[in-house]
């Protein structure tokens, strides 16, 4: 994150969520689609997106890890995990990019986009390199230019 600190509840209120909430004092770090990635397991709000696989399946695999926070499209997953948070949301992916617009707006960041077929990605570092001494530079992992990694990588 880059400035602000958001409660699970503060979440909930921009995201417009139904809310269930068994810890909502609970302060977000760290967004996740993918639950073999958890590094911060307290502060994580995992995001059960619907994309090759269905993201609800891996609730379970994110609990396991310790992640006690979930965006999700189906509620009945909230029974499961009565010592957890969720955020209830009609589209589990317009959630994750919503909340990163509203991180965005909330610092001020600029942005710049860079299009086309092919170089996308070397052309962010190369802008990255050239900016780096002067401002402070968020960009996207890798190659995480699509509709999950670029809010995750604002955040």
């Known amino acids: 994150m880059i400035a602000d600190q958001y409660s699970i509840s503060h979440i909930s209120e921009i995201l417009d969520a139904k809310a269930v909430l068994a810890t909502p004092e609970t302060v977000i770090r760290k967004l996740l689609t993918d639950s073999r990635t958890v590094i911060d397991p307290e502060g994580s709000l995992f995001f059960a997106v619907n994309a090759q696989r269905d993201g609800h399946l891996f609730i379970k695999d994110a609990y396991e890890n310790g992640v006690r926070n979930f965006v999700i499209a189906d509620l009945s997953y909230a029974e499961k995990f009565k010592d957890a948070n969720f955020l209830l949301v009609k589209d589990v992916l317009q959630a994750l990019q919503a909340l990163a617009k509203y991180n965005r707006k909330a610092n001020d960041l600029k942005v710049i986009g860079v299009t086309g077929s092919n170089g996308k990605t070397i052309v ?25 990694g670029v809010p995750l990588s604002v955040w």
Do not use: G, V
């Open 124 to 148: 962010k570092e190369w802008l990255y390199q050239l900016l780096a001494s002067d401002y402070n530079i968020i960009r996207s992992p890798k190659s995480f230019n699509s509709q999950i």
